[in-house]
């Protein structure tokens, strides 16, 4: 049984820092990659970043230079710095995994690719 748990979201200032992070439990893939998303109501889930077992990452342009993304050297813990942080980034943050093989996947990004989400995590700026 896969679970994944989010915990750090909350309220912030705009220009300021929040840090998200998001244990798994029981994903044996280790080769899959691990990416967080966001939602606001009425909208599509959207990617944010995504990153392989290697380490290599991609970015969603609209958080490239504020967000990053890592994983412990277990391989099972999620991270999201997010740095910077505007109004507009306001959501809930969901942790997913399972995902393609490589960042290099056209697909990484895309929320129906990946398999096991946690419950997310509210983040607010104002």
């Known amino acids: 049984h896969v679970q994944l748990v989010e915990s750090g979201g909350g309220s912030v200032q705009a220009g300021g820092s929040l840090s998200l992070s998001c244990a798994t439990r029981?994903?044996?893939?280790?080769?899959?990659?691990l990416a967080w998303f966001r939602q606001v109501p009425g909208k599509d889930r959207e990617g944010v970043a995504t990153?392989?077992?290697?380490?290599?990452?991609k970015y969603a342009d609209f958080v490239k230079g504020r967000f990053f993304i890592s994983r412990d050297h277990t391989k099972t813990n999620l991270f999201l710095q997010m740095n910077s942080l505007k109004s507009e980034d306001s959501a809930m943050y969901y942790c997913?995994?399972?995902?393609?093989?490589?960042?290099?996947?056209?697909?990484?990004?895309?929320?129906?690719?990946?398999?096991?989400w946690g419950q997310g995590t509210q983040v607010t700026v104002s």
């Open positions: 990153i392989d077992l290697e380490g290599n990452t």
């Open positions: 997913a995994a399972d995902g393609p093989r490589t960042v290099a996947a056209v697909t990484s990004l895309n929320a129906q690719v990946y398999n096991y």
């Open positions: 029981g994903y044996t893939r280790r080769s899959g990659c």
